[in-house]
């Protein structure tokens, strides 16, 4: 018999009575959804709003890429935020990440073509692909990465070597390739520029189809010349790379983005940028054009947010309070731990802490030994090769601070705990 559960948190087996912390969740906590509840609250009744002549709308069948007053507004907010132009017309609305990539997958690759990833990458997807449950590719290919991104030479050969079908009008694409170019899941690295245009060039050069998860492009906390969360500008995203005017341009880039971290996963609200002739077959695919957009309802309360300011607001205060928090769980973790060669990265952005033990131990092993208490996701599970066995990832996004930080410090026992016991 499947089990039914009320809530996610009965469903990860914490709340209530349990004291288990689970820092394996990528997702913005209680105390941030208390404020997005004021927020819907508030943008709602305003959107409702018996002066507003078109409140009702929402609740009508939309336009096939999504609500229009969503995407000028999202565009408006991208654009200042990135300070670098997002167009409308670019931005195609879907219903999270998820959901839009399952779908470009499902509808670009279907011939078994290949599916390349950064290793490690976003655990859910790896874990996915290496249980086979995924439609959409029947192999996958993980390629190493340095901190500024992808290994571009272990890539290209295998580039060359690759067989598979030609690419046609149906399917231009002969093979896909996923990144996490900004605040890397799990490494938290940022791509440079200079990868960036290498990989755009690869990606003409053979036919790639580039999905770039830009989840956490928003949540910047500081940029090479600013240290404020408020001020610091997010690094300049891989779909602006692939230059329209270039006289070889191949719409090889298509952004896949989300309200998920930035605002709340329960909205189920995310966008595409997307290159034209793309953006016309998904107008024109099923989904979109019998279901006339994925998501109007809560776009358009979403637009309204975005009016008054409300998610502005949100965002600023969301970088500077994990600002802070990174800064204190960085270091208490090199003060605790990096005697006994632990080591901790110290992100610009996203939502995670990508802890290195000494290399001779497993994550596997100490989640093992600390499980009922803490967990976490170990480097295995992010890694299609099964390496990175000895890192672990921790979120800071879930839990308030007074149960989130001693549950880190109790980690920190745990680990130095475990080195000793290993010596
Ligand atoms: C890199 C990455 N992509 C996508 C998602 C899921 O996004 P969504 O909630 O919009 O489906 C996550 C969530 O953890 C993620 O880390």
New binding site residues.
Partial sequence: MPKFYNSFEECLGIGGDSKKVCLQI??PGAHSMRNVAKMMKEATIKHFDESNPRNEEILQYGCCSGNYELKQELAKYLSESYRNPVKSEDIFVHN????G?SNLLYYYFQRGETLFVEDPS?W?LICDLKNKNTMFSTKTIGIGMDINGLNLDELENHLKDMKGPEPNDRYPYRAALYL?PVYQ?PTGYVYSDERCKEIIQLARKYDLMVIS?D??NLLTYSSPDCDDPILAKPPTRLFWHDNKDDEDYKESVVT?S?F??FLA?GLRV?WFEMPRRMFRIFETYFLSDSGSGWNEYTSGILASAFKLGLIQDHVKKTRVHYRKLIHELNKMITDRLSAFGVTCNYPTGGEFLWIALPRHLSADVLLEKCKEEITFIPGSRCSISQSHLNYLRVCYAFYDDDVLIPAVGKLCDYIKKYIEESE
Avoid: R, T
């Fill in positions: 990528g997702a999270g990440a998820s959901q990539l976003y859910n996490i899941n998860d989840v956490y896949l989300s998920s971290k996963p995310g």
